[in-house]
């Protein structure tokens, strides 16, 4: 799968007709990825609380900085995340389909894209 095409859904159940049960895993692996999703929810919230900004300040900050190289290991982990369990428990994978996780019950899921 491309590098954007994990994602993760809580339940919702009205995307429940076009995805497809395709494994499993352990907690400790759900808390894994749940942190790296919550981190980068963060990081992206952070970004854009900064929208108001001006360019040429922000592109010469340390924050700025601190961001971007954030947001590119923790986008780097993520899909090594999904790469590594992909790997382990050879979940089906279909072209225009994405993998999604529950986090209350770790079952993963193929959903149409």
């Not at 095409?5 to 995307?15: L, P, Q, W």
């Not at 919230?45 to 340390?62: A, F, M």
Request: with cysteine; charged share 40%; hydrophobic share 30%.
């Amino acid at each position: 799968m491309a590098k954007d095409d994990n994602i993760i859904n809580f339940g919702n159940k009205e995307t429940a007709r076009e995805k497809k049960e395709v494994g499993n895993v352990t907690s400790e692996e759900r808390d894994e990825i749940k942190a790296l999703f919550e981190r980068k929810n963060g990081i992206s919230e952070l970004t854009r609380s900064l929208i108001n900004i001006p360019k040429s300040e922000l592109e010469d900050s340390y924050l700025y900085e601190k961001l971007i190289t954030d947001m590119g290991k923790v986008a780097s982990r993520f899909q090594k995340w999904w790469d590594t369990m992909h790997e382990k428990y050879k979940w089906e994978s279909i072209p225009g389909y994405k993998w999604e996780i529950d986090f209350d019950t770790c079952k993963i899921y193929m959903k149409k894209q």
